[in-house]
T-cell receptor
Framework: GAVVSQHPSRVICKSGTSVKIECRSLDFQATTMFWYRQFPKQSLMLMATSNEGSKATYEQGVEKDKFLINHASLTLSTLTVTSAHPEDSSFYIC???????????FGPGTRLTVT | GQQLNQSPQSMFIQEGEDVSMNCTSSSIFNTWLWYKQDPGEGPVLLIALYKAGELTSNGRLTAQFGITRKDSFLNISASIPSDVGIYFCAGHPDSWGKLQFGAGTQVVVTP
């Protein structure tokens, strides 16, 4: 299957700082990537759809000014959590859709802890 | 929004036993995907289904796209300890819409 990488795998930051998470499709070009958030023992919650060369589409209730998404190339999307607070602590996972298919491949996730 | 009902929520089985889980929806889905997630990792795609009635295998895993297009099941035969994890069903309710996820089935395999 296709490979998606995510960096960093873990990050600890202080309240008020910003954190950037990178998502890369390693062996295919992805015009569409997705960002999810997952709470313990729960399913994945879609935060936003990232489209290469255009603005991201955010799900209802997700603050676009807090979770900045940039999809500047066909292999890279970034999620920046701005002015992080402890309640932003979570497991963030990206995925990328293989073009002309319905298959979505996920990155390994980023564990964010805000102290 | 769309709801996928995945059951069972958890399963405790002995090594060597078969496992079966399913997902149902109140509306038609165009694709069904099954993922496995290990603790602290992202989900890994196991099987993708595209046509009603389609039956697809991947090693000891078998999944089917229901005839009504409103359900799918995943079977794991002869379970082994590394089958432990959370299995998620997912599907697209329309051609290029957002992927909807089930709540997951936690599988625990005891030796």
């Amino acid at each position: 299957g296709a490979v998606v990488s995510q960096h960093p795998s873990r990050v600890i930051c202080k309240s008020g700082t910003s954190v950037k998470i990178e998502c890369r499709s390693l062996d295919f070009q992805a015009t569409t990537m997705f960002w999810y958030r997952q709470f313990p023992k729960q399913s994945l919650m879609l935060m936003a759809t990232s489209n290469e060369g255009s603005k991201a589409t955010y799900e209802q209730g997700v603050e676009k000014d807090k979770f900045l998404i940039n999809h500047a190339s066909l292999t890279l999307s970034t999620l920046t959590v701005t002015s992080a607070h402890p309640e932003d602590s979570s497991f963030y996972i990206c995925s990328a859709r293989v073009p002309r298919t319905h298959e979505q491949y996920f990155g390994p996730g980023t564990r964010l802890t805000v102290t | 929004g769309q709801q996928l009902n995945q059951s069972p929520q958890s399963m405790f089985i002995q090594e060597g036993e078969d496992v079966s889980m399913n997902c149902t929806s109140s509306s038609i889905f165009n694709t069904w995907l099954w993922y496995k997630q290990d603790p602290g990792e992202g989900p890994v795609l196991l099987i993708a289904l595209y046509k009603a009635g389609e039956l697809t295998s991947n090693g000891r895993l078998t999944a089917q796209f229901g005839i009504t297009r409103k359900d799918s099941f995943l079977n794991i035969s002869a379970s082994i300890p590394s089958d432990v994890g959370i299995y998620f069903c997912a599907g697209h309710p329309d051609s290029w819409g957002k992927l909807q996820f089930g709540a997951g089935t936690q599988v625990v395999v005891t030796p």
